[in-house]
């Protein structure tokens, strides 16, 4: 018997068969190792991973158990609840302080440019309605914080409005140039303020306020140093080293604020005509993944305009078919379409903010900002990681897989947060409050309320209530 065993262990056949069987089994460690197992480091792995679901259960073992480490997850308690003044975001619904703003009236000569300068409908209008609400008796603005009396008042509004000048001489008049707007508006504009009244020469203009809504902000004015001490409403926030020489960003100057739109503000489109109270369409499901409207069909990889951005666009996404990609829809219908969708593209171009930001909050659509370095509007009071998303621009290709490795629970999440949340920051919403907390922080007035100028008492709860 032993020697047949011999016999039979010794034969080709069966050396050829131990040969195989350790060949194969070499191989199979090999593709085990290779192919199935995950890094807990790996982005890529733990996206796909999701996509392919996490959502779908594994029949081994080691499936089941989806924590990416050997180690039990430990659940602890919750902390207690801290003291209001210790959290962030901070309550909104609550003054900072309560200043005191001065409008100043229109210049005589200013006036009589208005006479044949009429407003011209653009997106840039945001001097426009920012004064109006501050002029208006029956706004929350005017009743919380405007006096008529200057001598008492924390800061001063320049009622500038070089948009309109600037927008009537390019889209009406049709000039490439200026129409001379320097000299028929800003140096009348700036001399009645700084030399025909006191007040700028006290702070040398530090607590002058005025808007430049515009993409460049005071870059497109010759005289605009006469105008640099006074502190910048403005619709670009940016962190970027050149910036300030591209489009005349002050970081610790400006105050960032939202920018008004073609449907919001100018056709006045309401969002409730397409969605329910809570923020869901009326007549369709959010069946459109991601919205995009805008330029990107001739924007080049290496292109300064929109980083290159947009020519991802034309490469797979707008093919996607649940994405719609396009330009140069009617207000009406894209509105629908904001109605309909679940993700709206904000992608840079010629700077970092751009106003689909705001159709999209308006809209209940969850903003993807792809914008390296922009600065939102009041960041030190709300808290847009909760209803936005950003996306770099070196990840910007790998658009379609982060947003659909995001679970449909966190997505409702955010959804909701837009709709509560986020439209506070729109422009006709909550922005002169807004405006006003960070001020209190420029002028170290937190918790502080004003008698006049050389008098602030500390504010208490029956004047903490924002006048509406």
Not at 79 to 100: S, T
Not at 403 to 422: H, T
Not at 433 to 447: A, K, N, P
Request: charged fraction near 25%; charge should be positive.
């Amino acid at each position: 018997m032993i020697l047949t065993f011999k016999r039979i262990i010794s034969s080709r056949r069966t050396i050829t068969y131990f040969i195989a069987a350790g060949l194969f089994s070499w191989l199979y460690v090999l593709v085990r190792i290779t192919f199935f197992t995950r890094s807990p480091y790996d982005l890529d792995s733990d996206l796909e991973r999701r996509l392919a679901g996490s959502r779908t259960a594994h029949k081994s073992s080691r499936g089941i158990n989806k924590n990416p480490t050997r180690h039990t997850p430990i659940l602890l308690k919750p902390l207690p609840p801290i003291a209001p003044h210790l959290r962030w975001p901070p309550n909104i619904d609550e003054m900072l302080c309560r200043p005191k703003i001065y409008v100043y009236p229109d210049p005589p000569a200013i006036q009589e440019v208005y006479k044949r300068v009429p407003p011209v409908h653009t997106p840039y209008i945001a001097e426009h309605i920012l004064l109006e609400q501050l002029r208006d008796p029956s706004s929350g603005a005017y009743k919380s914080y405007v006096t008529s009396n200057p001598e008492e008042a924390d800061f001063f509004y320049i009622p500038f409005l070089g948009a309109r000048y600037l927008n009537h001489c390019w889209f009406i008049l049709g000039e490439k140039g200026d129409c001379d707007v320097d000299g028929q508006y800003v140096l009348p504009m700036m001399r009645y303020i700084q030399q025909e009244l006191p007040y700028w020469n006290r702070t040398w203009g530090q607590d002058h306020l005025m808007v430049h809504p515009m993409d460049r902000t005071s870059l497109y004015y010759q005289q605009k140093d006469i105008m640099q001490n006074a502190t910048f409403l403005t619709t670009s926030g940016d962190l970027r080293p050149l910036a300030p020489s591209v489009v005349g960003s002050r970081r610790y100057k400006n105050i960032v604020i939202p920018s008004a739109t073609t449907i919001l503000n100018l056709v006045k489109i309401d969002p409730l005509q397409y969605l329910t109270s809570s923020g869901h369409p009326k007549h369709k499901r959010r069946d459109i993944f991601v919205l995009f409207s805008g330029r990107y069909k001739d924007v080049q990889p290496d292109d300064v305009y929109s980083a290159g951005i947009r020519s991802l666009l034309l490469n797979g996404f707008d093919r996607q078919a649940d994405y719609v990609i396009a330009s140069g829809w009617g207000p009406e219908k894209y509105a629908k379409l904001l109605s309909r969708a679940r993700y709206g593209l904000v992608p840079m171009g010629h700077t970092l903010g751009t106003t689909r930001l705001w159709e999209c909050i308006a809209f209940g659509v969850v903003p993807v900002i792809i914008a390296d370095g922009i600065v939102e509007p009041f960041e030190d009071d709300i808290d847009w990681a909760s209803f936005s998303i950003k996306i770099r621009r070196d990840d910007a290709h790998r658009l379609d897989k982060i947003l659909r490795a995001i679970p449909e629970e966190q997505y409702q999440k955010m959804q909701k947060r837009v709709w509560e949340y986020g439209r506070r920051v729109l422009l006709t919403r909550d922005s002169w409050h807004l405006i006003v907390r960070d001020l209190c922080r420029r002028r170290h007035l937190e918790g502080k309320r004003t008698i006049d100028r050389d008098n602030h008492v500390d504010l208490t709860n029956s004047f903490m209530i924002i006048q509406s």
